[in-house]
């Protein structure tokens, strides 16, 4: 099987054109078929034994848009949407003709649109839902105030003083499972305030069960609560381990609408791999 390896903002992901010859899912013997998907995400994303990766994006034909978008964590789980997924796939898609630089993509959270310029990929996003700030939660006797929002998957933001010091697995795992966001659980950010524009953040992200570089969805659900809560005008610039992302968004009110999130995405390799 076809693969391209890509990144954004050091979220890496495997991508798989399932609508070439070479790179389609087999449907049999030897194979994944369709049903199969989760154990193909859990092989293809395994550091060791696999390719590796945060994701498995798979780019399929779409009867509404340019083309659809699914997306499968490394523990086998299909997500809703990926910010940076999302930038990855558009950019392929326009690297190998199957979109003109300006695209729609259906994805399980809604269609939403992407544009290419150069090496850089400006999505929108769904218009923000499930806000709930000021929540507060305790956790081994100490309480923390949590803010939450969904940017297409959940999010629960932190703002923190000192971004180095937190415990991510530990704490970004705790929140994650946390009975208050059951059933499906929520991503988690801390969040710390540089300047009037500027973020940083650290991100636990359900599905992969661990830190990782960068999180789209993230970045996108950290500037938004901090221009509800903190007054952060947009665009907010997040800076994330991986790399800088842009926010742009309008509020009034405290309602968020025309949400894009905007950063560099590139192919890092491409190959083969065997199924067998």
Do not use: W
Not at 156 to 182: M, T, W
Not at 214 to 224: E, F, I, L, M
């Amino acid at each position: 099987m076809q693969f391209t390896k890509m990144q954004a903002a050091g979220n890496d992901f495997v991508v798989i054109n399932n609508t070439l010859r070479a790179s389609r899912l087999p449907a049999g013997k030897a194979g994944f078929a369709l049903h199969q998907l989760p154990l193909l995400a859990r092989k293809l994303c395994d550091r060791r034994f696999g390719i590796g990766g945060d994701g498995v994006l798979i780019l399929e034909k779409s009867a509404k848009c340019d083309f659809k978008m699914r997306i499968f964590n490394p523990d086998g789980s299909e997500a809703e949407m990926c910010g940076n997924g999302l930038r990855c796939l558009s950019f392929f898609a326009y690297k190998n003709k199957i979109a003109a630089s300006l695209m729609s993509v259906e994805t399980k959270a809604g269609i939403l649109s992407a544009q290419v310029s150069s090496n850089k990929v400006k999505i929108n996003m769904l218009k923000p839902s499930s806000i709930k700030l000021g929540i507060d939660i305790s956790i081994g006797g100490k309480s923390y105030k949590v803010h939450h929002i969904n940017t297409g998957v959940p999010h629960a933001i932190v703002f923190v003083d000192n971004l180095d010091a937190v415990n991510v697995k530990e704490l970004g795992r705790a929140l994650r499972y946390h009975s208050i966001f059951k059933p499906k659980g929520a991503n988690v950010d801390f969040v710390k305030i540089k300047s009037k524009g500027t973020i940083a953040i650290r991100t636990y992200e359900r599905g992969v069960e661990a830190e990782t570089l960068a999180c789209g969805t993230g970045a996108t659900a950290s500037a938004v609560i901090s221009g509800i809560v903190k007054q952060l005008q947009s665009p907010v610039s997040v800076s994330t381990k991986g790399g800088l992302l842009k926010v742009y968004f309008k509020k009034k009110n405290n309602i968020v609408t025309d949400v894009f999130l905007e950063g560099e995405a590139c192919v890092v390799f491409e190959g083969m791999m065997s199924l067998a």
